[in-house]
């Protein structure tokens, strides 16, 4: 075997291992010695959008083309490119043409993917059922395919499908989401159990710490024991799960709790316990460690009546409450407002816009105060002409959330998007309603208009996708009772 092909097959290698740059320093060398080598370009340009260097990607994929107009590995790769870069028709018309060369698999899955992404949920599983009819064995696309047979509300055929994935390559993704329709179908005895195999998935592989510690499996007797329970993924996440540690308290274990340092300062003023610390501090020395998510399984909530009953659990810092209440009419509905989600992804369709609070804002009596920080503030001018909203100047600044919470106590309800402010309403007992969209996260289960893990809500769906005027009319005649 020549040098090129040793070190092509190297490269290779490096690159199946996840070991990008050095993979990436021996295609460089190699396209020295071979420039007009496509397959050694679209290797180089795959590693080149991995590295989220999208401009230097199509170049290497234009030359590609340009040495073989009918190279449809290189269409199917640029059309990624363009999709990554928010250009959907050129990324359709790259997919579209690479399938026409060779009906090729990898351009098949990725249109049917950008059909998912963009909502357009028929044309999505006609692709992937063609992917399967080339590949019965295609475990990404039968995953693929129930995600969007769980888009289209069709939950037990989204199962069955998750399980041709699992029964194909156990895959991790489809244990993982399979468990969010068990938990949102209130099936916690399987859901919980499957909800474990988040760690073995591309989104958590970066989350999970303590490797070296010992796991609290549920059975080890914690009296006189000490544990750390450490936060995961978000931010309400965090706020929502830190009322399974009073359990862990009772079991008569010593409690340390980390936690994103965002919720270090509120968890100390507003929680029961005195052991808080952000992720990255020095942590006193313990016998065991869990996630707070894992805390439900560990602990056997196996159906929605054990899941434990706090009409709060976390309380207000008086001195905090007395400095803002003077900004309140006790005469006054004093309603708090979120209206934005987050910008990322994940938070997609969570979101309404600030302008659907007008009718209420003109209700008699009522006065609307903004909670919303960060993300859909530029709202606030964009509507200031419309109808009266309240906001506050430097609040929070001390840390997140402090003030807030402080701000909650005096306000007579909270309309909230599906958010932390939502779980910091609920973790505080405040009556709140929550607006969720058609197809909501697990955690608030299906079509029920209360909630079992804060009993303070009540909850607003959406009835068809993207009409959130129905659900604020709901709204707003209730608050005319």
């Known amino acids: 075997m020549d040098y090129f092909n040793k070190e092509a097959l190297k490269a290779v290698e490096l690159h199946k291992k996840n070991k990008l740059n050095e993979a990436k320093i021996i295609y460089l060398n190699l396209i020295k010695i071979h420039p007009n080598n496509s397959q050694i370009l679209r290797l180089l340009s795959s590693i080149e959008i991995s590295f989220e260097n999208y401009d230097v990607a199509l170049d290497l994929l234009d030359r590609c083309i340009s040495i073989d107009d009918n190279d449809a590995e290189a269409y199917s790769n640029r059309g990624i490119v363009f999709f990554k870069k928010k250009d959907i028709e ?14 090729n698999l990898n351009a098949l899955f990725n249109l049917a993917n950008l059909y998912k992404e963009m909502n357009q949920l028929e044309e999505s599983e006609k692709y992937f059922n063609k992917v399967i009819s080339i590949n019965p064995k295609h475990y990404k696309a039968f995953h693929n395919l129930a995600v969007v047979k769980n888009l289209q509300g069709k939950t ?85 799960f830190i009322r399974f540690a009073k359990i862990i308290e009772e079991l008569g274990a010593k409690v340390f709790i980390e936690v994103d340092k965002n919720l270090v300062k509120l968890f100390q003023e507003t929680s029961y316990f005195k052991n808080i610390y952000a992720k990255g501090d020095k942590i006193p020395e313990f016998n065991y460690c869990c996630p ?11 159906h929605i009546k054990n899941i434990p009953k706090y009409s709060s659990y976390l309380n207000f810092n008086a001195e905090r409450v007395k400095r803002w209440e003077n900004l309140f009419e006790k005469k006054k509905i004093n309603i708090g407002i979120n209206w934005e989600s987050g ?43 419309q109808f009266k909203l309240n ?36 973790a505080l007992g405040k009556k709140t309603y929550l607006i969720l969209q058609k197809n909501s996260e697990w955690r608030w289960l299906s079509e029920k208009k209360n909630s079992p893990w804060y009993p303070s809500f009540i909850i607003y769906r959406q009835k068809k996708e993207g009409n959130w005027e129905e659900v604020f009319n709901d709204i707003e005649n209730d608050l005319k009772k």
């Open 391 to 426: 906001t506050f100047k430097n609040f929070d600044e001390e840390a997140p959330f402090v003030d807030t919470a402080a701000i909650m106590k005096n306000l007579d309800l909270i309309i909230t998007s599906d958010t932390s402010i939502a779980h910091l309403s609920g």
């Open 292 to 302: 707070l998510m894992s805390l439900p399984l560990k602990l056997n909530i196996n």
């Open 343 to 385: 910008s990322v992804s994940m938070f997609k369709g969570r979101s309404f816009k600030l302008n659907n609070f007008k009718n209420i804002s003109l209700l008699k009596e009522v006065e609307l105060f903004s909670l919303q920080k960060i993300n859909g503030l530029e709202q606030i001018k964009e509507n200031e002409n």
């Open 90 to 103: 050129k990324a359709k018309k790259d997919y579209l043409k690479s399938i026409d060369i060779n009906n």
């Open 156 to 240: 037990k055929e989204s199962i069955s499908y998750f399980d041709r994935s699992i029964k194909i390559n156990q895959y991790s993704e489809s244990y993982f989401f399979k468990s969010l329709i068990q938990l949102k179908l209130e099936n916690f005895e399987d859901g919980w159990k499957n909800y474990e195999w988040r760690w073995k998935t591309k989104f958590f592989l970066n989350q999970k710490k303590y490797f070296d510690r010992e796991v609290w499996d549920g059975k080890q007797d914690l009296k006189n024991k000490t544990i750390l329970l450490y936060g995961e993924q978000g931010l309400g996440d965090q706020i929502q």
